[in-house]
């Protein structure tokens, strides 16, 4: 600790006091400011931000004690270090200073060389705890970089994987892309409706961003000839289609269990599960029925079946206009969605429209 770094105040009526701590101070090096009573104190406090206050406790005015207890209660003044020196005896005014807060007690007259030890002990004190407050924030500081870094990671890895996942269906160009952010903006309206307040907050729109691509992840375990089968499927083959649900939920409800620090999973392994239920239970692959059905999934349904409807396909020559998805979506309410949802949904399909723009992409037929 160097002396030369610390500020102290000294506030004392009387003029002869504050000269003799200048001199006994600035002898030992310290940068020392002066005054006479608790107005100017403030003022000086204000100016100077001191490391420490030697402070009277019969001042005039707003007495020493009283001032104490103002700096203490004050937020930004609190951790200022105050010693307070009187000529009084009274153990009960000496013992209510300590109460109020400060860290030492002087009685006058006092030797020059305990004034000195005194304020170094805590001087070095307040430049320990002020180094270890350093510390903890730059530690913390690493900390947060380091668990951000850590989270793009799981985010970057979860999404290649439904990204390979993906680049066995040829339809799906850029699909990903956009179900993210439609289950996000779907998701960031519902979380200001009253009825969701309780369900969607930010921690939930962050993990549906990242967990809605991984809803076709079952579709690995589909075999070529009927995921890549440019015609109508068979009833036998859809069948075997609609289990992409229980593969991609199976593998991560098994991932959910085997790893207790894998629980932001459990989203993704709801959608995967529950994506193509129906509102009324006429979906698969458990036939739930309204909010039986994870909000997380009914969300993704219906930025599943937008992006499904607005481009167009190897059985599908044009996309739909705007005219003929909002017909299809319509009809659709209460039957695959959620009406609830829905109606949120028809309030920013504008919305859904420009993430189609911004993330539409050339089709590999
Ligand atoms: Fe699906
Ligand atoms: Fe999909």
Redesign the pocket.
């Known amino acids: 600790m160097e002396n030369s770094k610390a500020n102290i105040l000294c506030v004392d009526d009387s003029p002869t006091q504050l000269l003799i701590y200048r001199k006994y101070l600035r002898k030992h090096n310290y940068s020392v400011d002066i005054a006479k009573d608790s107005t100017e104190a403030m003022k000086k406090i204000l100016q100077t931000k001191p490391d420490l206050i030697i402070l009277d406790i019969e001042l005039p005015g707003i007495k020493g004690t009283n001032f104490l207890q103002f700096i203490k209660h004050k937020e930004e003044l609190k951790d200022i270090c105050v010693i307070m020196v009187s000529g009084i005896t009274d153990i009960e005014i000496i013992l209510d200073s300590f109460r109020k807060g400060a860290v030492d007690y002087l009685k006058k007259p006092f030797d020059e060389d305990e004034l000195i030890l005194r304020i170094r002990v805590h001087i070095e004190n307040i430049f320990f705890r002020k180094n270890k407050e350093e510390e903890v924030n730059n530690l913390n500081i690493k900390i947060t970089e380091k668990s951000n870094e850590i989270n793009d990671i799981k985010d970057a890895t979860i999404f290649s994987l439904a990204k390979l996942a993906e680049s066995r269906d040829p339809e799906?160009g850029n699909?990903?892309e956009r179900?993210r952010e439609y289950a996000k903006l779907l998701s960031e309206e519902l979380e200001k409706e009253e009825k969701y307040g309780y369900l969607i907050n930010k921690g939930f729109i962050k993990n549906i961003y990242n967990m809605s691509v991984l809803?076709?992840i079952g579709k690995v375990g589909i075999g070529d000839s009927i995921l890549l089968k440019p015609d109508k499927l068979t009833k036998d083959e859809f069948e075997i289609m609609k289990n992409h649900t229980l593969i991609g939920g199976d593998a991560l409800k098994e991932t959910c269990y085997l790893n207790r620090n894998a629980n932001f999973l459990s989203m993704g392994r709801d959608i995967a599960f529950y994506?193509h239920e129906r509102w009324n239970g006429k979906g698969y692959p458990f036939s739930l029925k309204g909010e039986e059905i994870p909000i997380a999934a009914r969300i993704v349904a219906i930025a599943?079946v937008y992006?499904?409807i607005s481009f167009k396909r190897v059985y599908r020559e044009k996309p739909f206009s705007d005219s003929q998805i909002y017909e299809i979506m319509n009809s659709e309410c209460g039957n695959i969605f959620d009406p609830n949802i829905f109606k949120v949904f028809i309030r920013i399909e504008n919305k859904f429209k420009e993430i189609k723009e911004t993330f539409k992409s050339s089709y590999k037929f």
Request: proline share 0%; glycine share 0%.
């Open positions: 799906t699909h990903l179900i809803h076709d994506h599943d992006d499904a």
